[in-house]
């Protein structure tokens, strides 16, 4: 293939995810729910910015653009912001849900008002009941809910990310410097990290241990930390 040919290639490409946006679009504010729309343009470059500009404002339509590329969470993070509704359904252009079935989308959480009665929630991650384990004896002590759920801002559905086997507790309880963070990083960050230099890495770690006056290895490792 020549270069001059790749062009027209990548335009084509282009083309077909913009009309696909806007064909969601269209299919979104069809559907009679009553809802606002709010669109984030995660920075785009290929003319869709434009083609969304002229939606703003119609068929409750709201149009929010980055100035860059900030990836999926962020720009959730930027529609939540915006939204002024009581529940949220987070749509991808590509419709992995049909707006026809919104409203059944919606029922349970209708339901739970009504009734007062919580929607049951579906429990992914479970430990034996022989296992004790506490939340904040981590988050209180700079282990991010990244290092055991993974990239839960990217899952579309939340699945487990960590084994959550003793071995797997066991080798962060041995060694936890390197996936210690300050407290002046946010514990649910879920881009943070640990200086790539070793050496860097290494001394963060190790001041780290010291400030949040962690217990040594015998006792995070000791059968009765876990097994009460
Ligand atoms: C050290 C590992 C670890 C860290 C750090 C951690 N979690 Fe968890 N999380 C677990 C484990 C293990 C379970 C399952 C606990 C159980 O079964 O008793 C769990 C369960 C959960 C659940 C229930 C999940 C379900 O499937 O029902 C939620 C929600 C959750 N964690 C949120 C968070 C958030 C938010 C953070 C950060 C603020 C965080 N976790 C940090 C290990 C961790
Ligand atoms: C990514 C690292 C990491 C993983 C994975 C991890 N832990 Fe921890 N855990 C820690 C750190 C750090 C502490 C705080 C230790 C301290 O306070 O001295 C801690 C504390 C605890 C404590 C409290 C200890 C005490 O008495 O203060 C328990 C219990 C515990 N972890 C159980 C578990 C279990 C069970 C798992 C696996 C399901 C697990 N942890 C996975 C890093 C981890
Ligand atoms: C850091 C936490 C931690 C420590 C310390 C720990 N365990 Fe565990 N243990 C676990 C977890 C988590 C499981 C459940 C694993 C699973 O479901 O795969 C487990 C499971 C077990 C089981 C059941 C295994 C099975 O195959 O059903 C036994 C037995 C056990 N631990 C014994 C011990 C003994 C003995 C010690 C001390 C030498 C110890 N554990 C220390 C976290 C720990």
Not at 58 to 75: E, M, P, Q, S, T
Not at 114 to 123: D, H, R, V
Not at 165 to 192: F, K, N, Q
Request: glycine share 6%; net charge neutral; proline share 5%.
């Amino acid at each position: 293939m020549r270069i001059d040919e790749k062009r027209p290639y990548a335009c084509r490409i282009n083309r077909r995810i913009e009309t696909r946006i806007l064909r969601g679009l269209r299919l979104v504010a069809a559907e009679r729910t009553q809802k606002e729309i709010i669109v984030v343009d995660d920075g785009s470059t290929d003319g869709t910015r434009e083609k969304l500009a002229a939606w703003h404002g119609r068929d409750g339509v709201r149009v929010i653009f980055h100035d860059r590329n900030l990836g999926k969470g962020r720009a959730v993070r930027t529609a939540m912001d915006a939204a002024e509704g009581d529940v949220l359904i987070i749509q991808d252009a590509d419709l992995e849900y049909d707006p026809n079935e919104y409203p059944r989308l919606i029922k349970p959480i209708q339901d739970s008002w009504s009734t007062g009665k919580p929607i049951e929630w579906i429990k992914i991650h479970n430990l034996p009941n022989y296992v004790y384990f506490n939340h904040s004896a981590h988050v209180n002590h700079g282990v991010g809910c990244v290092e055991c759920h993974g990239r839960i801002d990217r899952m579309d559905v939340v699945f487990q990310a960590s084994p959550l086997s003793m071995g797997w507790c066991l080798d962060c309880h041995r060694a936890p410097e390197s996936r210690l963070r300050p407290r002046d990083v946010r514990i649910t960050d879920m881009e943070w990290k640990h200086p790539s230099d070793p050496q860097e890495s290494a001394a963060l770690g190790a001041k780290l241990r010291q400030e949040y006056q962690l217990h040594d290895v015998t006792y995070m490792t000791s059968c009765s930390t876990c097994h009460r």
